[in-house]
């Protein structure tokens, strides 16, 4: 398996989930929202067009994530 890109989780007033992309060559964050991802689907760094790909385990733990942020909050 190879290692997953990094990514911190913002909400939006509506608590919709968006995905911060932390690209490894560049370090740049690309924002994505949560339920516009898909398995093993190309995201090109907005900076320097590195391809980034997200697997579904990595979708999987972003939307655990999510939610348990969302239970924390009571939203």
């Known amino acids: 398996m190879k290692p997953q890109p990094s990514f911190d989780i913002d909400f939006d007033k509506r608590n919709n989930a968006t ?9 740049h ?6 339920t516009s ?4 689907e190309d995201i090109l760094c907005t900076q320097c ?8 385990e990595a979708i999987n733990l972003a939307t655990r994530q999510a939610e348990g942020i969302r239970q924390a909050y009571g939203a």
Do not use: F
């Open 19 to 27: 995905l911060r992309i932390v690209c490894s060559k560049c370090g």
């Open 29 to 34: 964050e690309n924002p994505h929202h949560l």
């Open 37 to 40: 991802l898909s398995p093993d």
């Open 49 to 56: 067009a590195t391809n980034i790909t997200l697997d579904l």
